[in-house]
């Protein structure tokens, strides 16, 4: 069956620094991954999505992902972390059939000064 | 336009009361989506509709009953909830279809619900 894993409830980390959110995933094929961002009392935004080829993709709000197949990984990553990114952020694997989504747990991030 | 309305924003209600929640895209989207949100806690899928037909119903409560009176319109139909039943309510639309890029799912801002 399919899952996803976010290990880490919650970070914490200063304005300026470098982020990385984890997520693992558990699927029988090539998985449909996605990342979104829930900022308070608000729906969820799209921040970047893996169907295939390059492993490395690029989101909005310089975001990037990589997908590690060997890990069953599709870490979260910002160089630069910005007070507006302090937020819910919530990775989900898209089933292949059916349309169904299967999210993880999320990660809450504070950003500190 | 790539966006998923909501209304209303917010709705109190009594557990005697019938209120409904309307969703609505213009995106030509064939799927639509209800979720339900606890606060910290990842959406829970309640309905799935495809094709204006339900496809899926997550095992939800008959005090809440979908429509899908057309391809850009969903409904959510609120009888005799309960007080647990308070949260954040979204709404989701994507394409419909098995190859890769149909599975995005794009969100409302939600309704959050409150239930006395």
């Known amino acids: 069956a399919q899952s996803v894993t976010q290990p880490d409830i919650h970070i914490t980390v200063s304005e300026g620094a470098s982020l990385e959110l984890r997520c693992n995933y558990s699927?029988?094929?090539?998985?449909?991954l996605f990342w979104y961002v829930q900022s308070p009392g608000q729906g969820l935004q799209l921040l970047l999505k893996y169907f295939s080829g390059d492993t490395l993709v690029q989101g909005i709000k310089g975001f990037e992902a990589e997908f590690k197949r060997s890990q069953s990984s599709f870490n979260l990553r910002k160089p630069s972390v910005h007070w507006s990114d302090a937020a819910e952020y919530f990775c989900a694997v898209g089933a292949q059939t059916g349309n169904q989504f299967y999210f993880g747990t999320g990660t809450s991030l504070t950003v500190i000064p | 336009d790539t966006e998923v309305t909501q209304t209303p924003k917010h709705l109190v209600m009594g557990m005697t009361n019938k209120k409904s929640l309307k969703c609505e895209q213009h995106m030509g989207h064939r799927a639509m989506y209800w979720y339900k949100q606890k606060a910290k806690k990842p959406p829970e899928l309640m309905f799935v509709y495809s094709y204006e037909k339900l496809s899926i119903n997550e095992s939800v409560p008959s005090r809440f009953s979908p429509e899908c009176p057309n391809s850009s319109l969903l409904n959510l139909h609120l009888h005799a909830l309960q007080p647990e039943d308070s949260a954040l309510y979204l709404c989701a639309s994507s394409k419909v279809g098995t190859s890769a890029g149909y599975n995005e799912q794009f969100f409302g801002p939600g309704t959050r619900l409150t239930v006395l």
């Open positions: 699927y029988g094929a090539t998985p449909y």
